[in-house]
């Protein structure tokens, strides 16, 4: 009866994503330590050409708030994202188990990615407007 249940592909396709988590958690941990004692950041290439904030603009500095439980900078760096990074988060790591695992992610994540991208960039847009105000 065990063996009905047990798929060691599906084993090592979480295998694989835990270790691509890590990796890109990894990579971000050394990027908030080069910012944090060197204050280099990756600027925003939007920002940089257009002189307007992009949708993920203040990120980088949400999270920066986030370890240090500043919750009311965090949000202030970035309202849209500040509520929508753990949905989001997740779903990278679905995706990501997704492709590990060989098999075309659902019609209702495809679905979910659209709107988030959708809502995403309306807040950009307002982000825009407002800013010239």
């Known amino acids: 009866m065990d063996?009905?249940?047990?798929?060691p592909r599906m084993t090592d396709a979480w295998k694989k994503t835990i270790k691509d988590v890590?990796?890109?958690l990894f990579i971000g941990f050394?990027?908030?330590?080069?910012?944090?004692?060197?204050?280099w950041g990756l600027p925003c290439a939007?920002?940089?050409?257009t002189g307007l904030p992009c949708p993920s603009c203040g990120i980088s500095h949400m999270f920066i708030h986030l370890t240090q439980l500043d919750f009311k900078s965090a949000f202030?760096?970035?309202?849209?994202?500040?509520?929508?990074w753990p949905l989001a988060g997740a779903e990278i790591?679905?995706?990501i188990y997704r492709l590990n695992s060989?098999?075309?992610l659902p019609k209702a994540n495809i679905w979910m990615i659209g709107?988030?991208?959708?809502?995403?960039?309306?807040?950009?847009?307002l982000r825009i407007f407002l800013s010239w105000y």
């Open 102 to 104: 060989n098999k075309d």
């Open 30 to 39: 050394i990027y908030f330590l080069i910012y944090k004692f060197t204050g």
């Open 76 to 84: 202030h760096d970035n309202q849209f994202l500040f509520f929508t």
């Open 93 to 95: 790591v679905y995706i």
């Open 46 to 49: 939007f920002k940089t050409v």
């Open 115 to 125: 709107i988030f991208t959708a809502l995403l960039v309306t807040f950009g847009i």
């Open 3 to 7: 063996k009905l249940y047990y798929n």
């Open 22 to 24: 890590i990796i890109i």
